[in-house]
């Protein structure tokens, strides 16, 4: 289905301009010339500062560079909840575009009475408001008259598409040049006066409890200032980062810790997932007016591991207490959502607490920095009114943080005489994908559960389906079938904490049907690009796959030890639309040689940054496909390293091509996981056209493929 | 406490430390730069990388007292906001990064290669840039920034 986007004068407040409809929360001017935007959305390395930047510079008609942007605080920025699930441009963008609409139309109005010439007679260039008979005002002069402490508006109408001249253009990002010069910008950079050091001591064992702990180690480290214990959850805090680490080394040489509880065997985790106590929702059913008769049933079972978030900073937040209240530094994609989390651990009214956003590494999703934040909190609460600055291990970050969830998945696919496919089902089984702060009556953050008083464990859950599912994700076909049941098992126990990376479970969903119409269309000897052509009656789903298909020259000769493999996916079956097509090479070592991708996002605000993100999207998802596998034995994660967790490198990256389809009428969406799912079908349908071996169980390593030719 | 004196971004230093500690560790915490990360703290990923003589090495599993006289140049001595190497320029030409955390380690290794091989292939750069690791999928971007600042320096 073509679904237009609403025109854009249609009623109704874009829903974060609902949620915090003061104008003045998202914007003011200033006499010297500067606008300060300030949206609720953060900067995770995705570039939407930027892109909400050119919004609001072209919505005003000023020069990009006289747009300020002003980091995300609770103390002072609009609630958009969490940057995630690729809604900024979605959520903060239109937000931005219709608040700047009206505040524009507000100062025109201003600017028409002062003048004392028509609304309609004026124009807007870089801020300067002209009307006929020269005369002239700006949002400078006016910005002291004009109040913007008044709320949003339904019926305004923003520019049309042509009319914008930032929007839908590359600009520059603007947290680049900072970045390459080295500059402190990262929160692991941000100095603050009087700054202390705190680290916190963690069990090798999954969920061991802390029985003992001698001091007298730490306590002759030079430098120490306090060493923390509340139940389980232990930590230093010193004058020096170096003499905080030697405090905790000498801390976990007097601990003594219970066992820990059993982990799942990593070497059949499809038959743990299927054997665990789980709630089960039928996310989808269609069911046809005439069942034809069932020629046969083609049964295919799919695996990913737990994938690992594996930030290349570790996580890193700073606290400091003023009395009974606190202020925290921190990296979290929901500055609002962490505070809910810091007052339910603490038993404070959120206005005690401020959380103010600096930038991180990329985190992909839910990784530790909420849990350090809590870390730091409860640290500093024993340094005196200093701030405490806590940086997790990289040991730490590889097995203390949430993962990706492990996901096992079953399609079934009846197929009539004529081997078209009339009925359709798929299971899977995993646990939730979600478990970030602020979204319950407990909290979700890691101290909280090691507490004398601890909070229970959070099992994770699933989003539901109108915020696009969890583990379900992208499991609800787009091809034109005539009947499916579309069923998911959530784990309700959790040895293995799980919440959101990129795409929830969309990558696995995507890898699974979009792997079982692979081998559909080779059993029945069609063409895999016309099988799914002729399955589809999205025209944006079709024009993305012939895109990529021309683009990648579909389909290139056959070559021994070559292969081509086309994977498809619309993120979250409302999201952007993207194509992928894989060329290979390999043997037992898989070689990803190119990727040739067409994308389409809608309205691209910023193309170069939408072909930033699928670029991205597309190098990650190599990665986890042919490299990632989160390791443990029964007691412990044991890929603590980056040998042990081993991701892409320069060497093996293959050549990534980008093709964005613009759409400047449609609604903008994100771009940041759009690749991942195509990506990982297109690269194992590329290995079976190259070997003619089916990899269901990832990632794709030597091992695998050689279980898989046996299995052959 | 001994002292350990090396030229830090053309500027001579001496620095009062157990000569054993990490040279990370001493250039955020004694000498308070930001530029250099700390990413593992095993040489595994490339994000403190800084230039040793000649050569880009990792400078959390390098001690202090191994640079004693020698020239240390981090990612702050590369160039300035006024006077940017054509590295620095070129990353921002081809926007060559998403978070950018890794970023700082990754010219360092790349000013090393240009230092030794003013005009490398693709290949070539893929190979002095593989023990730096970059999470966001940047890879072909930062290549291809390398090789216009290796062109734009061949140009004079």
Redesign the interface.
């Known amino acids: 289905m073509n679904q237009p986007a609403p025109p854009p004068s249609a009623p109704g407040l874009p829903v974060s301009l609902a949620a915090n409809p003061k104008l003045s929360s998202w914007l003011k001017f200033s006499s010297s010339g500067q606008v300060t935007v300030s949206p609720g959305k953060v900067e995770?390395?995705?570039?939407i500062v930027t892109a909400l930047a050119q919004i609001a510079a072209d919505e005003l008609d000023i020069d990009l560079s006289r747009v300020q942007m002003i980091r995300t605080s609770t103390a002072v920025s609009p609630n958009e909840g969490v940057t995630s699930g690729s809604l900024s441009i979605q959520q903060s963008g239109r937000a931005l575009r219709h608040a700047c609409a009206e505040v524009r139309q507000i100062f025109l109005q201003q600017a028409a009475e002062r003048l004392g010439v028509g609304i309609d007679t004026l124009h807007i260039e870089d801020g300067i408001i002209s009307g006929p008979g020269n005369v002239r005002t700006s949002y400078w002069e006016l910005a002291d008259e004009v109040s913007l402490d008044r709320n949003a508006t339904p019926g305004v109408t923003p520019k049309i598409a042509t009319s914008r001249t930032l929007a839908g253009h590359s600009a520059?990002?603007i947290?680049?040049?900072d970045?390459?010069?080295?500059?402190?910008?990262?929160i692991?950079?941000h100095?603050l006066a009087g700054i202390l050091h705190g680290r916190v001591l963690r069990p090798e064992h999954a969920r061991a409890k802390l029985r003992e702990l001698n001091e007298d180690g730490a306590r002759a480290v030079a430098g120490l200032v306090a060493i923390v214990r509340d139940g389980s959850f232990a930590g230093v805090v010193s004058e020096?980062?170096?003499g905080a680490e030697a405090a905790l080394n000498a801390l976990r040489k007097g601990a003594t810790w219970s066992d820990g509880e059993l982990l799942p065997d990593e070497n059949d985790l499809a038959n743990f997932l299927k054997a665990q106590p789980s709630e089960s929702t039928v996310i989808g059913k269609k069911t046809a007016a005439a069942l034809c008769a069932v020629a046969r049933t083609i049964r295919r079972q799919y695996t990913r591991p737990y994938i690992a978030h594996?930030?290349?900073?570790?996580s890193c937040a700073m606290a400091r207490w003023d009395g009974d209240r606190v202020h925290v530094w921190t990296h979290s994609q929901g500055v609002y959502l962490l505070r809910a989390d810091l007052a339910l651990v603490l038993k404070l009214p959120v206005e005690n607490i401020t959380v103010e956003h600096l930038?991180?590494?990329?985190c992909?999703g839910h990784n530790a920095a909420d849990d350090v934040a809590l870390d730091a909190v409860l640290l500093a609460k024993s340094a005196g009114g200093r701030p405490v600055r806590v940086?997790w291990?990289?040991q730490g970050e590889m097995s203390d943080a949430p993962f990706g969830a492990a996901m096992a998945i079953e399609i079934e696919a009846d197929l009539d005489a004529r081997g078209a496919i009339i009925d359709w089902r798929h299971s899977i089984w995993s646990n939730g994908h979600a478990a970030r702060p602020g979204r319950a009556a407990q909290p979700a953050l890691l101290a909280a559960f090691e507490l004398e008083n601890p909070f229970p464990r959070m099992v994770s859950t699933n989003p539901p389906q109108a915020n696009g599912g969890g583990g379900d994700r992208n499991s609800v076909p787009l091809y034109d079938f005539p009947s499916w049941h579309i069923e998911s098992h959530r784990l309700i126990t959790m040895p293995i904490r799980t919440s959101a990376l990129r795409t929830l479970g969309g990558q696995g969903n995507v890898f699974a049907i979009e792997s079982i119409l692979d081998e559909i269309a080779a059993e029945t000897g069609e063409d895999p690009v016309a099988f799914r052509l002729r399955h589809l009656r999205d025209e944006r789903a079709k024009d993305v796959i012939r895109a990529a298909a021309v683009r990648a020259g579909w389909k290139p000769e056959k070559q021994p030890g070559i292969g081509h493999g086309i994977g498809f996916g619309r993120y979250k079956n409302t999201g952007a639309y993207c194509a992928a097509i894989a060329e290979i090479e390999g043997a037992e070592e898989i070689n990803v040689r190119k990727l040739t991708l067409a994308v389409d996002v809608g309205e691209a605000i910023n193309p170069?940054?939408v072909i930033?993100?699928i670029?991205?999207?597309?190098?990650?998802a190599t990665?986890w496909v042919l490299k990632e596998r989160v390791r443990f034995d029964r007691e412990r994660i044991t890929s603590t390293?980056?040998?042990e967790y081993p991701?892409?490198?320069?060497?093996e990256?293959p050549?990534?091509e980008v093709e964005v389809i613009q759409r400047p009428d449609m609604d903008p969406v994100g771009a940041g996981e759009a690749a991942h799912g195509p990506v990982t079908a297109a690269i194992v349908n590329a290995v079976f056209d190259a070997l003619g071996v089916r990899v269901r169980d990832l990632p794709i390593t030597r091992d695998k493929i050689i279980a898989a030719m046996d299995l052959s | 406490m001994p002292s350990v004196r090396f030229r830090l971004n053309g500027a001579e230093t001496e620095v009062d430390a157990d000569p054993d500690?990490s040279l990370l560790?001493i250039l955020?915490?004694h000498l308070?730069m930001?530029?250099p990360?700390?990413?593992?703290?095993?040489g595994?990923?490339g994000?403190c990388n800084i230039i040793v003589g000649d050569r880009a090495i990792s400078a959390c599993d390098t001690p202090l007292w191994s640079v004693a006289d020698k020239d240390v140049t981090?990612?702050?001595g590369?160039?300035?906001?006024e006077r940017?190497h054509p590295l620095?320029r070129a990353?921002?030409a081809e926007?060559a990064?998403?978070?950018?955390?890794?970023?700082?380690g990754i010219?360092m290794s790349a000013a090393a290669l240009l230092r030794r091989n003013p005009s490398p292939t693709s290949r070539e750069?893929?190979?002095a840039?593989?023990r730096?690791?970059?999470?966001?999928?940047?890879?072909?971007?930062?290549?291809r920034a390398v090789l216009r600042a290796a062109e734009e320096m061949a140009a004079g």
């Open positions: 995770i390395g995705q570039g520059q990002r947290d680049i040049p970045k390459v010069l080295g500059r402190p910008r990262f692991h950079d100095a020096t980062e170096h594996a930030s290349i900073a570790p930038e991180g590494a990329g992909y940086q291990s990289r170069d940054g930033n993100q670029e991205g999207g597309a190098l990650q990665s390293s980056w040998t991701i892409l490198r320069f060497s990256v050549d990534v | 500690r560790d955020r915490g308070g930001s530029g990360h700390f990413g593992c703290g095993a595994e990923c994000a981090t990612i702050e590369l160039g300035t906001s940017p620095q990353f921002i926007q990064l998403q978070c950018g955390y890794c970023v700082s010219l750069v893929k190979e840039l593989d730096n690791l970059c999470r966001c999928g940047s890879h072909n971007r930062m290549v």
